[in-house]
């Protein structure tokens, strides 16, 4: 069956490091992946989509790159801020469904 | 530019009760879908509509849910009854081009 992983609930980094949250997922041909931001009490946000076809997207300080040969996107966070912290999903778009698959998530904090 | 609408922000019933969420998208989104968001698990999908009909509502459960956009603006999605696993956040979100626009979400609590 098709499945999506985020590898860690939660993520722990200092301020001003790069934080990095990987997303795999299996039995699934994504035409392109989104990565959304979530707050508490607020529903997500759209951060980046990446296609197929494209290795690597970047914004300001975000940057996702997606290898479809090791099925995996991995998001980057540079100079990290604790503004930065909330939950971020990595979501799918493409296979039988035609639909966005979302991820569980991982929770990021960000020290100060 | 108005976000995504919804109401009630919070809802509180007993199980084998009836509810009914609202969602007023963004104005000119043809695109509307409904996801069911347990604690900690990621949204899921319940129904997509284009317009005023219903585009997937494969994962739907139609013995309990129901979910209509009528004249494709507003929608509104019901319960009934309502149990306890059903208790989750409810988010709307309307879409242009890839890109999604969620609303706040409705917290149900079934008891």
């Known amino acids: 069956s098709q499945k999506i992983e985020q590898n860690s609930e939660a993520l722990n980094i200092q301020e001003g490091k790069t934080a990095t949250l990987t997303c795999n997922y299996t039995n699934y041909s994504p035409a392109y992946l989104q990565w959304y931001r979530q707050d508490p009490g607020r529903g997500p946000v759209f951060l980046l989509l990446?296609?197929?076809?494209?290795k690597e997207k970047r914004k300001e300080r975000l940057k996702v790159t997606f290898d479809t040969t090791l099925k995996q996107s991995l998001f980057h966070i540079t100079a990290s801020q604790p503004a930065d912290s909330a939950t971020y999903l990595c979501?799918?778009?493409?296979?039988?469904?035609?639909?966005?698959?979302f991820g569980k998530g991982t929770k990021l904090s960000v020290k100060p | 530019e108005a976000g995504v609408a919804q109401s009630p922000r919070y809802k509180i019933i007993e199980k084998r009760q009836s509810v009914a969420f609202w969602c007023n998208p963004i104005s000119g989104h043809a695109t509307l879908y409904w996801y069911q968001q347990i604690l900690g698990q990621g949204p899921k999908l319940l129904i997509q509509?284009?317009?005023?009909?219903?585009?997937?509502d494969s994962q739907l459960p139609k013995d309990r849910f129901s979910a209509e956009r009528l004249k494709g603006v507003d929608s509104t999605l019901k319960i009934q009854p309502a149990k306890l696993e059903d208790s989750a956040v409810y988010l709307c979100a309307s879409v242009i081009g890839n890109e999604q626009f969620f609303g706040p979400g409705t917290r149900l609590t079934v008891l």
């Open positions: 979501a799918l778009y493409g296979g039988s469904q035609g639909n966005l698959i």
């Open positions: 509509f284009q317009n005023n009909g219903v585009v997937d």
């Open positions: 990446i296609r197929e076809n494209e």
